[in-house]
């Protein structure tokens, strides 16, 4: 297990406000799994090896200079386990010294890491793992989620297309549990909002496309009856970056490539977004990604519950998230907020290409009738959870 | 050839004459330009090309020069009145976002937004002689008219910082809702109203005590809570009333600065962040950043009278009182 402690001096003495300030330490932890990266057909793109680790930073960085100000002293205890190493015993370690814990690893090391006994009244972020389960009949009590479901970016995109009335839809999925995860979501959005997804097919993965989609894409593609969009489910970034400009028909790809909804895209300017998109570059040296913003936004909700509550309580900072009183400016347009019924973090999400943002969701006109954002995934009289009653 | 030598002839002439009507100088922040609306015509009478990426914007306290962030070149810029011509650029620390000049007339407070810090210009050394540590993304700026006090709004630490302009440190910071964009003192210096973008309130607090008063909120038929997101406004001299752009709710909230109710709003052009009022206080105008236009209220006749195209994202805007 390597261990990287960061700590981030707070501000001089002399900018403490005025007045008998009693110093709290806030010490918050970041734990990741490292994980095997399929093979993907390009190397163009590869994952960076910080992604989340620097969004946590970020968000200690932001919260130590309000912290400096309010007596408040932030630490990051960053780590990451390696592959085949004892994800349980360093998840226990940092559990004994942490009781805020900001957690970047697949749901089922999630799910391990919440469920054991040192981790009961600890508040745990998953800045990554999608899968609605964990949202739903896995739900815990002790976990929150600032990462978006499967389902949430797939309502996103949904409401987009059937804004632009672009409902009839053909979807190619590739064979990796992602893929089918996302296809799943993507195909219940299409029920949910109206959109019609006409055709389906799998793509075999066995072949080098970028040699010969010229000549394969289109007779794969020749029969799919007519259609606006064409979706794809490869969360991986394998062969969807390869489709546009490739079917029989032209029409715009979007999915897990073309327009993807995410969590965050580095096309986001507005709403002071180019701040936050900028000292994430002179930080990390790279664009931020959506784990980043996953993880910036957990360690911003705790810095943000610190300033007004007070305290460092783990119970009590997780009961004020939770509550009416919290809000984070996110740099989405919208005040952040979680769900009080599976611990999900509410947020707009960006539909962009690798050029251009596309649109900001949730669209105008999805209407819900106590919050807008709600819209997006799950909503409350359909949850399965039962950990937050 | 020939018309291009008449109009520059005309344009020599116009520049000649002594008097200037008042006008309204607006910040194009996605043109690189400032707009300037004559205020008797209400037209667009001339388009001043700038640095890059124009916000904040303000005149001397003798109207002699106008005062420009130009972010995206990390300066201030100092543009002639008379002559519409950049005279120099001064020293304003990286990105210069927003600032107030303080009474003396020779000293600026500056939001240097990527860089947590408030700079402290001195326009006739052109020199920045303080910087003071604040808050993460510095924006709102105002000195009260003692100046003794200048305020600055940190975006994403959510608090007004109260600066002592004799020792450039600290001395209180005061917590608000989420997104402090705009600060101001009312005329007599007894209370400051700060604004909380996604928070969606006004803040009132006594400067004395630095307890908060009130907080103002808004709530408009058919439009959502989401969408109510006051940046910029302006308070009249006598303290009756203040003025409240409220962005993507496009709207101007008219407010009893006394018992801070909410006495009506009026409609005005997509995402509305900042404003100019005449010096007589019969007129406000409002830049709309997604319509590209500012919307003149007439506020004597209580309604909007004009909407005035001028450059992309209109940010700021400052009024210039007639000369001459």
Request: aromatic content about 8%.
């Amino acid at each position: 297990m390597t261990q990287t402690p960061l700590i981030i001096p707070t501000l001089l003495a002399s900018l403490l406000a005025t007045g008998a300030l009693a110093s709290i330490d806030v010490p918050i932890a970041y734990l990741e799994m490292e994980v095997e990266r399929p093979p993907v057909l390009t190397n163009l793109d590869p994952v960076p090896d910080d992604l989340g680790r620097m969004g946590a930073q970020l968000g200690l960085a932001d919260n130590a200079t309000t912290g400096g100000f309010m007596g408040h002293n932030y630490t990051l205890n960053d780590s990451v386990v390696p592959l085949g190493e004892d994800w349980l015993g360093a998840a226990r370690a940092v559990l004994a010294e942490h009781r805020i814990v900001v957690v970047n690893a697949p749901a089922e090391a999630l799910l391990a890491l919440a469920d054991l006994p040192e981790a009961q009244g600890a508040l745990i972020f998953n800045a990554r793992a999608e899968e609605e389960a964990l949202r739903e009949a896995d739900c815990r009590a002790n976990v929150l989620h600032t990462m978006p479901s499967y389902a949430m970016r797939a309502d996103a995109l949904m409401q987009f297309l059937v804004s632009r009335r672009w409902g009839d839809l053909v979807m190619i999925t590739g064979q990796r549990e992602a893929d089918m995860a996302f296809a799943q979501a993507l195909r219940d959005a299409a029920t949910k909002f109206g959109a019609r997804i006409r055709a389906e097919r799998e793509w075999d993965m066995s072949s080098d496309m970028r040699r010969n989609i010229g000549q394969e894409f289109p007779v794969f593609t020749q029969d799919f009856p007519s259609h606006h969009v064409l979706l794809v489910a490869d969360e991986a970034g394998d062969f969807g970056p390869f489709l546009e400009f490739n079917a029989w028909e032209p029409r715009p790809v979007a999915g897990s490539a073309g327009a993807r909804p995410d969590a965050w895209s580095d096309r986001v300017e507005a709403y002071g977004a180019a701040q936050l998109q900028l000292r994430f570059k002179r930080l990390a040296d790279r664009p931020m990604g959506a784990v980043d913003y996953a993880a910036w936004a957990a360690v911003r909700s705790v810095g943000e519950a610190v300033t007004r509550l007070n305290t460092a309580d783990a119970g009590d900072i997780r009961d004020y998230i939770l509550g009416d009183a919290f809000e984070l400016a996110a740099f989405k347009g919208a005040a952040i907020t979680y769900r009080d019924w599976n611990g999900q973090m509410r947020q707009p999400m960006p539909v962009a290409t690798r050029t251009a943002l596309v649109a900001m969701t949730p669209m105008p006109g999805f209407l819900h009738e106590s919050n807008l954002l709600d819209t997006l995934g799950r909503d409350r009289p359909e949850t399965a959870c039962t950990a937050f009653d | 050839m020939i018309r291009s030598t008449v109009s520059a002839l005309a344009l020599t002439t116009l520049m000649a004459m002594p008097a200037l009507a008042q006008e309204v100088w607006v910040s194009n922040e996605r043109d690189n330009t400032i707009s300037i609306i004559d205020v008797p015509t209400m037209e667009v009478v001339e388009t001043i090309k700038v640095g890059a990426r124009p916000r904040g914007i303000m005149f001397s306290h003798d109207h002699k020069v106008a005062y420009l962030c130009a972010s995206d070149d990390s300066t201030i810029q100092v543009i002639d009145v008379a002559t519409r011509e950049i005279l120099h650029n001064l020293p304003s620390g990286e990105n210069p976002e927003t600032f107030a000049l303080h009474p003396d007339n020779r000293h600026i407070y500056i939001s240097n937004e990527d860089d947590n810090i408030t700079s402290v210009l001195d326009v006739v050394d052109r020199v920045i002689v303080a910087q003071i540590p604040v808050g993460v993304e510095p924006e709102g700026k105002a000195i009260n008219r003692a100046g003794t006090i200048a305020i600055t709004t940190s975006e994403t630490t959510n608090m007004a910082h109260w600066i002592n302009t004799e020792t450039f440190e600290i001395f209180h910071n005061s917590l608000v809702g989420s997104r402090p964009r705009h600060a101001e003192f009312t005329s007599d210096d007894a209370r400051l109203f700060v604004s909380a973008e996604i928070g969606g309130g006004l803040h009132v607090f006594d400067t004395e005590t630095f307890e908060e008063l009130a907080e103002i909120r808004f709530e408009i038929p058919d439009v959502h809570p989401h969408d109510v997101q006051p940046v910029g406004f302006k308070l009249t001299e006598d303290m009756s009333r203040v003025y409240v752009a409220l962005g993507p709710a496009n709207r101007i909230a008219v407010v009893d600065a006394q018992t801070y109710e909410v006495l009506g709003y009026h409609l005005v052009g997509r995402r509305v962040w900042h404003m100019a009022m005449s010096d007589d206080e019969t007129k406000l105008f409002t830049t709309n950043g997604v319509s590209g236009d500012v919307t003149i209220i007439d506020l004597v006749r209580g309604e909007p009278i004009k909407t005035v195209k001028v450059g992309r994202f209109p940010w700021g805007a400052a009024y210039r009182p007639a000369e001459g």
